[in-house]
């Protein structure tokens, strides 16, 4: 399950990379969505894969005596899901914005005012 | 010390926002406000620096969730001076706002926007936890991603979308880097960090992770090739909110940078050098974008990046002295980088154009004004006895004393180009005559009522005096950055303060 995981992060990476270095606006917000997820799973992976082992103490016990799942992981995940959840839905309504001021989907249109000084 | 009171300027902002949403379309009570929530904030502001300079760390562990495991809020000297600086910048450019954003912006929500910025940035600098302060630095961003878009003019858009792409990336990288620290080490906490980073063996491992917080808070601070978003966004939003972002947000970053590399990470000599050579490209570059610009925001952007890279040398020379003019060096910067965005917005309001080939002539229509804009220009070149000077003073001493001569000349080199720049902003826009005869319809700064004007000039006044401050009474602000430098490089007793050991 470990090496599905690591595998499939790399993929998220190296495709959201390459996304990102189209020239469609499109292409360019999906390519930050695929890394984000690249990102949440990496996280989930890091806090190690358990199953079946909840982290709850059993009543008559003060410590845990076996390996546990760890639920920090998947509270820093839950944030970070609705920190890109907002993020995205914000970068949308940004490039709509943007395509309907410019007319235009292409990235390397976007630098006219770079020309001038 | 624990205290509940570091909260509380980050609650007052949060307040005053919500206060805000509660006056929507009324422009004149969000002013009213606003200035009051800056001013109460910026009083809080002082109490906390005072307290944290009296008692040493103040520490809260939020929810009383004892560290590691809680989330922790820090204040120490380094923290304090950021927390101050961010006070004074937004009270003046509060001020500066309500008369230098127009109404159709303020009805769209600027200032309650403009107040959740200033929480995340206090924030950011008051956590002591690394996944808190990811959550600081987004509340940062998204909040300037809407500054920056808001008006919605074409040549906004096109800045937004450059800005808006790169931190979004320097967030995931963050965030990749956050997840690997946690794999290796099990802990957020960053004053927990320290000992577990510390006691890793495989350094390999823990030199990539430091690399990935050096790329996402790289991003964040502009440094060398990572800084192409920041000067061709930062001249397309009005002046205040560039002062702001020019001021303060890239210092944010400067600021992680140095948190993460003095308690998380110590760096080894490959680190060390990476940093040197970055800065030292970092000050060329910035400093060669400014001469052959005409637009005098772009030309400040540049100064900008130019100017982060003294912040990243006194990191790469890794010594307490160093370190002590980097935290000067802060002080003075975010202080004038402000100021002199705003005096660029009240430029464009006097002349319609921030081109120094249109401009001209300012010296003879507005000779106060010019006085005081001379006193900033000359502050950020560093003339002596104004304040950026002694901070430099100390960066070339220890980068000669540290035998790195390329730095040197690199500083030194950043610092002439810094002086010719600002020498031919003075000759062309105050001294030079004025290219077209100046008609009343030009002058959109005359017909300002006398509340607008001293919302405008007042700000720009007090920074100006601020920054003289900074200069006369060097000693007093070289004896708070000796003692952050102090405590950057002892950082046991930030980790005792916080875990409560060696009571």
């Known amino acids: 399950m470990e090496l599905l995981l690591v595998i499939l992060v790399g993929v998220l990476y190296s495709s959201g990379i390459y996304m990102m270095f189209r020239r469609s606006m499109v292409k360019l917000l999906l390519g930050l969505l695929l890394l984000g997820n690249g990102a949440n799973i990496l996280i989930f992976l890091m806090g190690g894969l358990t199953k079946g082992k909840a982290p709850i103490i059993d009543a008559n016990q003060t410590e845990f005596l076996d390996v546990y799942a760890d639920p920090v992981p998947q509270a820093l995940i839950l944030t970070a899901i609705v920190i890109s959840f907002a993020l995205t839905a914000f970068a949308i309504v940004l490039l709509n914005k943007v395509y309907s001021t410019t007319g235009s989907d292409d990235l390397d249109s976007l630098n006219i005012q770079d020309l001038d000084i | 010390m624990t205290t509940n009171f570091i909260l509380a300027p980050i609650l007052m902002h949060m307040l005053t926002a919500i206060m805000l949403l509660f006056f929507w379309q009324r422009v004149q009570a969000q002013k009213v406000i606003s200035i009051i929530g800056n001013s109460v904030a910026f009083l809080m502001c002082i109490r906390l620096f005072n307290l944290t300079m009296e008692h040493g760390h103040l520490v809260l562990q939020v929810g009383n969730w004892q560290a590691p495991f809680g989330i922790t809020f820090v204040s120490d000297t380094l923290s304090a001076v950021m927390v101050l600086l961010t006070a004074i910048v937004s009270l003046g450019v509060g001020i500066y706002s309500t008369a230098g954003i127009n109404v159709s912006r303020i009805k769209f929500g600027y200032f309650f926007i403009y107040h959740f910025l200033i929480m995340g940035l206090l924030g950011s600098f008051l956590t002591g936890d690394i996944f808190n302060l990811y959550v600081w630095f987004e509340v940062v961003i998204i909040s300037s991603f809407i500054l920056l878009t808001v008006g919605g003019k074409k040549m906004q858009m096109e800045g937004a979308i450059k800005y808006v792409t790169m931190n979004m990336l320097a967030s995931v990288i963050f965030l990749t880097a956050i997840g690997i620290l946690y794999g290796i080490t099990g802990s957020l906490n960053i004053a927990d960090l320290a000992g577990k980073v510390a006691a890793i063996e495989n350094r390999g491992l823990v030199t990539v992770t430091s690399l990935l917080f050096f790329v996402g808070f790289g991003i964040k601070s502009s440094v060398f090739p990572l800084y192409f978003w920041l000067p061709s966004s930062y001249h397309t939003p009005p002046s205040a909110i560039a002062a702001i972002f020019g001021g303060l947000l890239t210092k944010m970053g400067v600021y992680a940078l140095f948190r993460v590399f003095t308690v998380i990470f110590q760096p080894d000599y490959f680190t060390l050098v990476l940093f040197s050579v970055i800065a030292i490209l970092t000050m060329f570059t910035g400093a060669l974008g400014t001469i052959n610009k005409r637009n005098i925001r772009r030309i400040l952007s540049y100064l900008i990046v130019c100017h982060i890279g003294y912040l990243i040398a006194g990191l790469g020379l890794y010594t307490e002295l160093a370190f002590a003019g980097v935290v000067f060096y802060l002080i003075h910067d975010v202080i004038v980088k402000s100021n002199v965005f705003m005096i660029t917005g009240v430029l464009f309001k006097i002349r ?144 005792n303060a916080v875990l409560g050991t060696n009571k």
Not at chain 2, 356 to 368: E, I, N, T, V
Not at chain 2, 472 to 487: D, G, K, P, Q, T
């Open chain 2, 352 to 495: 319609e154009t921030v081109d120094m080939q249109r401009l001209g002539g300012l010296y003879k229509d507005y000779p106060k004004l010019s006085f005081v804009i001379a006193i900033v220009l000359f502050s950020l070149v560093g003339i002596p006895p104004l304040s950026g000077f002694w901070p430099k003073i100390l960066l070339f001493q220890e980068a000669f004393k540290d035998g790195q001569f390329i730095m040197l000349g690199a500083l030194i080199f950043a610092s002439f180009v810094t002086l010719y720049v600002i020498a031919r902003l003075w000759a062309e826009i105050f001294w030079k005559d004025s290219p077209k005869p100046l008609t009343e319809e030009i002058d959109h700064f005359a017909p300002f009522s006398l509340s607008g004007k001293i919302a405008l000039v007042l700000p720009i006044v007090a920074l100006a005096g601020v920054s003289l401050f900074i200069g006369l009474n060097a000693n007093a602000i070289m004896e708070v950055s000796n003692r952050a430098a102090h405590e950057m490089m002892n950082p046991t007793v930030y980790i």
